[in-house]
């Protein structure tokens, strides 16, 4: 595995350098069996057995190459996942969905400032090509007052991460929002 890196990343460039020495911080690269144990050389180049997450230290590594094969591998108990984002998404996402519900791929309801809406969602386009450029199509977002095109998609995949995917997908634009009246919030239990 290593060598396959090494093979790609040329180590005289600076930053490329840069990448093989984090690399070496989170990767047991050298490693070996040792009476049925896989062993690593530490930071500090001292032979030390893989152990379980608690007996872990914050600069040890969390993926192995596993001696048997070379398959890059996760160290048991050990998540390469920080774990208060994973958290802070759920609360985020656990947000969203209290204010929206999913009819179909195409509408929703969503409560904005409290007041509950029917949306009209629709695909953003792909990218086409125009004499040799991408041409992104613009199209009017009703709910975030803003143009958006294919290209918004990263920005829309930003707001996912911090647990505020408006439609569930960074592809949907609203197309219409119309005001639920007092018969339809009833119909789907819901209150101002």
């Known amino acids: ?33 040792q009476d049925g144990q896989i062993w690593y050389h530490n930071r500090s180049g001292a032979p030390q057995p893989l152990q379980s997450h608690s007996a872990y230290g914050r600069f040890d590594p969390y993926l192995y190459v596993d001696p048997r094969g070379g398959i890059l591998r996760e160290i ?8 208060h984002r994973a958290r802070k998404h ?10 929206r519900r999913i009819l179909s791929d195409t509408e929703q309801l969503l409560a904005i400032d409290g007041i509950w809406y029917h949306i009209v969602l629709a695909k953003l386009p792909e990218p086409r090509c125009v004499r ?13 007052s803003a143009w958006v095109s294919a290209g918004d998609a990263q920005r829309f995949r930003e707001e996912w991460a ?14 219409s929002k119309r005001q639920l009246g007092k018969r339809e919030l009833r119909a789907a239990g819901l209150s101002r």
């Open 76 to 83: 048991p108990g050990r998540s390469v996942r920080k774990p």
């Open 1 to 33: 595995m290593y060598s396959e890196l090494r093979a790609h990343i040329d180590a005289r460039s600076t930053v490329k350098r840069h990448v093989l020495e984090h690399l070496a911080e989170f990767v047991a690269i050298n490693t070996w069996l």
């Open 132 to 144: 040799g450029r991408e041409v992104l199509e613009r199209h009017w977002d009703v709910v975030r």
């Open 162 to 175: 911090r647990g505020k995917y408006l439609f569930g997908s960074s592809t949907l634009y609203a197309v």
């Open 90 to 99: 759920r609360a985020g996402q656990a947000a969203l969905d209290a204010r």
